[in-house]
């Protein structure tokens, strides 16, 4: 070999531009990967894998009322006749398509092992054995009468149809997705019985709109069935523009085990989810703490999915439960759309629902024509053949000298008769049987049915009406096949809506059980099993006694309202048990020494509060607003000393009653009173030389009610406190007789 560099110019090589020659065959390369490979005809949904596959097996007459034949001999005969790549990638096309639990409408009917949910691989192709199905009839349905164009094959031996007839809107029923070069498709499968009624619509209506054909096909219908929770504005959207996503969940329900045990089992778990796989990394999160909700998952499936999964405890919420099993796990998917689709086996472009359905119906409407003109061509020629026909009966003595003694019997007959070419080589091919009288009959009755045939075949080429009147009938017959009435045509996905909660773990793994809080004089807390009624046996240290005590749940959040203004906030669970005599609360919270604790009672949601300080100023506030999340507590009534938070009471009503030290009483309407979520508030009672005591919200109707020292109730009618009812900011009167020494209207919170 000569190290001599090859220079331009030396021998048969030419110079080439790197670039030129990359852009080149990379176009090529992906060009043949769009449109032989990745993406789908928008008019039959195959690729030519696919419908080489189906058309293979037609021609092995593998129809479903014959017997299977191996997956190896199918094989076989796609690859060497007409696709001339991997087998494995070529028996992969077949299984998927005889998947009962990947396509929505198989085409293939599989004998054999062809793999399960779980993933399991499917055996050897010299196993297993197919036909086709129902579908693929359909599909197939007129390839013989000149529906479609076919080519040849890629040894040119034989040809293959560039695309099938396709009665079935397939591509929409059976979904497809695909990996090209700089583009993808994704489409998921639909009701086949929905799909008929939006085509029918269309046939109707041909300027329908979207959201007209989306009342039709309300969203996608998966073989595995399973919950449909996107929102009808964002499925709506994903039609319009033929890109979006659809969040596909798990179908579940509860069942009762005994002494207030549950258990969920799930029955459909989302479309090309491997269940072995979803089963193991619910282990790996339930292993790994990140479901603290659950106890246990286990798969009990048999011929139907059944996947039990245990709470961690009885009171834990099987909707919260769910929702973060939804969330960490692929209980719950999302199965994007890309509509990336050849239109006429050529262009590839992003459709929108409507340009599919049209497509495929536009299609329809040829096959419909050439199908026609077909029958048309036949029809004529047979009638040229059955008017020879009569004409030899009419003269078939001449007719049977002229072929037994004439050298070319054929012209004479042509140039005698006047005839065809067509007509003279039929009548020279009739049997001698054919000559009977009942044969002319039959060939008289004939001529007269194709003649009529004729006429109407006519007639529908000439009007489009008569056309779409036909195509509607069709897809009539497939809705009909395919009814949601049917097996196979119920619809198995539900629309249903996502429940719109917010998950607290932490939050939802607290057992709910009853308890009795106690916070002593000199701020000791704890917390007592059960609801306690009777405390006077409850010890507390030397010198100290009771201050609160509430009755409350372990996921109850207390709050607390201190001297300085601010709201601090516990949860039941925190709190230290009934043994001993507590923690001290500033253990808890960062509430300063010189402060105290004003209010102690459980939150309730969407309540609100009416705090007020010592001299007298105060607003509303929402009960949501005060809640904290840190120690440090929330700010809310803004004090300057010497002052202090004073009271903070619930609003359950529409009037206000404020008492000073001094006895004084003002009642005035709540509607005065500003709601506000911090600040220093308004003037509600005008105190000089003395501080607020109490303030009450009641209800107008119902009457102002206080205890006295007894512990007995008193109310007090609006009409008789019409002395003392005036307006915000007034200093008020002294308390009407029997109003109690303390000054006080009483409890503001139930215990």
Same mark, same amino acid.
């Given at each position: 070999?000569?190290?001599?560099?090859?220079?331009?110019?030396?021998?048969?090589?030419?110079?080439?531009?790197?670039?030129?020659?990359?852009?080149?065959?990379?176009?090529?390369?992906?060009?043949?990967?769009?449109?032989?490979?990745?993406?789908? #005809?928008?008019?039959?949904?195959?690729?030519?894998?696919?419908?080489?596959?189906?058309?293979?097996?037609?021609?092995?007459?593998?129809?479903?009322?014959?017997?299977?034949?191996?997956?190896?001999?199918?094989?076989?005969?796609?690859?060497?006749?007409?696709?001339?790549?991997?087998?494995?990638?070529?028996?992969?096309?077949?299984?998927?398509?005889?998947?009962?639990?990947?396509?929505?409408?198989?085409?293939?009917?599989?004998?054999?092992?062809?793999?399960?949910?779980?993933?399991?691989?499917?055996?050897?192709?010299?196993?297993?054995?197919?036909?086709?199905?129902?579908?693929?009839?359909?599909?197939?349905?007129?390839?013989?009468?000149?529906?479609?164009?076919?080519?040849?094959?890629?040894?040119?031996?034989?040809?293959?149809?560039?695309?099938?007839?396709?009665? %079935?809107?397939?591509?929409?029923?059976?979904?497809?997705?695909?990996?090209?070069?700089?583009?993808? /498709?994704?489409?998921?499968?639909?009701?086949?019985?929905?799909?008929?009624?939006?085509?029918?619509?269309?046939?109707?209506?041909?300027?329908?709109?979207?959201?007209?054909?989306?009342? %039709?096909?309300?969203?996608?219908?998966?073989?595995?069935?399973? =919950?449909?929770?996107?929102?009808?504005?964002? @499925?709506?959207?994903?039609?319009?523009?033929?890109?979006?996503?659809?969040?596909?969940?798990?179908?579940?329900?509860?069942?009762?085990?005994?002494?207030?045990?549950?258990?969920?089992?799930?029955?459909?778990? &989302?479309?090309?989810?491997?269940?072995?796989?979803?089963?193991?990394?619910?282990?790996?999160?339930?292993?790994?703490?990140?479901?603290?909700?659950?106890?246990?998952?286990?798969?009990?499936?048999?011929?139907?999915?059944?996947?039990?999964?245990?709470?961690?405890?009885?009171?834990?919420?099987?909707?919260?439960?769910?929702?973060?099993?939804?969330?960490?796990?692929?209980?719950?998917?999302?199965?994007?759309?890309? *509509?990336?689709?050849?239109?006429?086996?050529?262009?590839?472009?992003?459709?929108?629902?409507?340009? =599919?359905?049209?497509?495929?119906?536009?299609?329809?409407?040829?096959?419909?024509?050439?199908?026609?003109?077909?029958?048309?061509?036949?029809?004529?020629?047979?009638?040229?053949?059955?008017?020879?026909?009569?004409?030899?009966?009419?003269?078939?003595?001449?007719?049977?000298?002229?072929?037994?003694?004439?050298?070319? &019997?054929?012209?004479?007959?042509?140039?005698?008769?006047?005839?065809?070419?067509?007509?003279?080589?039929?009548?020279?091919?009739?049997?001698?049987?054919?000559?009977?009288?009942?044969?002319?009959?039959?060939?008289?009755?004939?001529?007269?049915?194709?003649?009529?045939?004729?006429?109407?075949?006519?007639?529908?080429?000439?009007?489009?009406?008569?056309?779409?009147? /036909? @195509?509607?009938?069709?897809?009539? #017959?497939?809705?009909?096949?395919?009814?949601?009435?049917?097996?196979?045509?119920?619809?198995?996905?539900?629309?249903?809506?996502?429940?719109?909660?917010?998950?607290?773990?932490?939050?939802?793994?607290?057992?709910?059980?009853?308890?009795?809080?106690?916070?002593?004089?000199?701020?000791? =807390?704890?917390?007592?099993?059960?609801?306690?009624?009777?405390?006077?046996?409850? #010890?507390?240290?030397?010198?100290?006694?009771?201050?609160?005590?509430?009755?409350?749940?372990?996921?109850?959040?207390?709050?607390?309202?201190?001297?300085?203004?601010?709201?601090?906030?516990?949860?039941?669970?925190?709190?230290?048990?009934?043994?001993?005599?507590?923690?001290?609360?500033?253990? *808890?919270?960062?509430?300063?020494?010189?402060?105290?604790?004003?209010?102690?009672?459980?939150?309730?949601?969407?309540?609100?509060?009416?705090?007020?300080?010592?001299?007298?100023?105060?607003?509303?506030?929402?009960?949501?607003?005060?809640?904290?999340?840190?120690?440090?507590?929330?700010?809310?009534?803004?004090?300057?000393?010497?002052?202090?938070?004073?009271?903070?009471?619930? =609003?359950?009503?529409?009037?206000?009653?404020?008492?000073?030290?001094?006895?004084?009483?003002?009642?005035?309407?709540?509607?005065?009173?500003?709601? *506000?979520?911090?600040?220093?508030?308004?003037?509600?009672?005008?105190?000089?030389?003395?501080?607020?005591?109490?303030?009450?919200?009641?209800?107008?109707?119902?009457?102002?009610?206080?205890?006295?020292?007894?512990?007995?109730?008193?109310?007090?009618?609006?009409?008789?406190?019409?002395?003392?009812?005036?307006?915000?900011?007034?200093?008020?009167?002294?308390?009407?007789?029997?109003?109690?020494?303390?000054?006080? %209207?009483?409890?503001? %919170?139930?215990?």
């Amino acid at each position: 070999m000569s190290d001599k560099p090859i220079l331009p110019g030396d021998g048969p090589i030419e110079p080439v531009n790197l670039r030129e020659a990359l852009e080149e065959r990379y176009l090529a390369y992906a060009l043949s990967t769009i449109m032989h490979r990745a993406l789908p #005809d928008v008019r039959d949904g195959l690729k030519p894998v696919h419908r080489r596959i189906l058309f293979a097996m037609r021609e092995l007459r593998l129809t479903p009322d014959q017997g299977y034949k191996k997956c190896a001999r199918i094989v076989g005969d796609v690859m060497g006749k007409f696709h001339p790549h991997g087998d494995q990638s070529i028996y992969d096309a077949i299984v998927r398509l005889a998947q009962v639990f990947a396509v929505r409408y198989p085409l293939i009917d599989g004998q054999g092992n062809f793999g399960n949910i779980d993933g399991d691989n499917p055996a050897a192709m010299r196993y297993t054995e197919a036909r086709m199905e129902e579908v693929s009839l359909a599909l197939l349905a007129g390839i013989d009468e000149d529906t479609v164009d076919f080519r040849e094959t890629y040894d040119g031996e034989n040809k293959e149809p560039v695309v099938l007839p396709a009665s %079935f809107p397939n591509l929409l029923a059976n979904g497809s997705s695909g990996i090209a070069v700089g583009m993808a /498709t994704n489409i998921p499968p639909h009701n086949l019985d929905e799909l008929c009624s939006a085509l029918l619509h269309l046939i109707k209506y041909p300027n329908a709109t979207i959201e007209k054909l989306v009342e %039709f096909v309300p969203g996608p219908d998966f073989p595995t069935g399973g =919950v449909l929770v996107e929102t009808p504005e964002n @499925i709506l959207e994903a039609y319009k523009t033929g890109r979006g996503g659809f969040r596909l969940r798990a179908q579940w329900h509860r069942e009762d085990t005994g002494r207030g045990m549950y258990q969920i089992v799930i029955t459909e778990i &989302p479309y090309q989810v491997q269940k072995s796989k979803l089963v193991e990394k619910l282990a790996d999160l339930i292993t790994e703490r990140r479901l603290p909700l659950i106890g246990d998952v286990r798969d009990e499936s048999a011929e139907e999915i059944r996947l039990v999964i245990e709470p961690k405890n009885r009171t834990i919420d099987e909707t919260i439960m769910m929702e973060s099993l939804f969330k960490l796990s692929e209980l719950e998917v999302r199965f994007g759309l890309n *509509m990336n689709v050849l239109s006429g086996g050529q262009i590839p472009n992003v459709l929108n629902l409507r340009e =599919v359905l049209w497509q495929w119906l536009e299609h329809r409407i040829e096959v419909l024509i050439r199908r026609s003109e077909n029958r048309l061509k036949k029809i004529e020629h047979r009638l040229e053949v059955l008017d020879g026909y009569l004409i030899a009966f009419l003269n078939i003595d001449e007719v049977i000298r002229i072929i037994r003694f004439e050298d070319e &019997p054929k012209q004479t007959l042509m140039s005698t008769f006047n005839l065809s070419d067509v007509q003279a080589e039929a009548i020279l091919n009739l049997r001698l049987r054919a000559l009977s009288k009942l044969e002319e009959v039959q060939i008289k009755a004939e001529h007269e049915r194709l003649s009529a045939e004729k006429l109407d075949i006519e007639a529908l080429l000439a009007s489009e009406t008569k056309q779409w009147t /036909t @195509i509607a009938g069709e897809v009539r #017959d497939v809705r009909e096949t395919y009814s949601k009435k049917t097996e196979l045509g119920a619809r198995r996905t539900i629309l249903s809506d996502a429940p719109d909660i917010e998950i607290d773990l932490e939050q939802a793994m607290i057992e709910r059980e009853p308890i009795t809080i106690l916070l002593s004089e000199k701020g000791w =807390v704890r917390a007592l099993k059960g609801h306690q009624d009777d405390l006077s046996k409850v #010890d507390f240290k030397q010198g100290d006694s009771l201050k609160f005590s509430l009755q409350a749940q372990t996921t109850d959040r207390i709050l607390i309202f201190a001297s300085n203004g601010k709201f601090f906030t516990l949860t039941g669970d925190q709190l230290p048990g009934g043994r001993g005599h507590g923690e001290p609360l500033r253990l *808890m919270i960062d509430m300063e020494e010189n402060h105290d604790v004003v209010e102690f009672f459980v939150h309730k949601p969407g309540r609100k509060l009416l705090v007020a300080s010592t001299a007298g100023y105060g607003f509303v506030v929402p009960e949501d607003d005060v809640t904290a999340s840190t120690r440090k507590g929330r700010q809310v009534l803004n004090i300057s000393e010497p002052d202090e938070a004073k009271r903070c009471v619930p =609003v359950h009503g529409n009037m206000v009653a404020i008492v000073g030290d001094n006895r004084k009483l003002i009642v005035f309407g709540l509607d005065e009173v500003n709601e *506000m979520t911090r600040g220093k508030g308004m003037i509600l009672q005008r105190l000089k030389g003395t501080t607020l005591s109490d303030v009450r919200v009641f209800d107008a109707g119902a009457g102002l009610t206080w205890l006295d020292g007894a512990n007995r109730t008193f109310t007090t009618a609006l009409a008789d406190l019409e002395d003392w009812h005036g307006v915000r900011a007034q200093a008020g009167r002294t308390v009407p007789r029997g109003f109690p020494r303390s000054n006080k %209207f009483g409890p503001a %919170f139930e215990g």
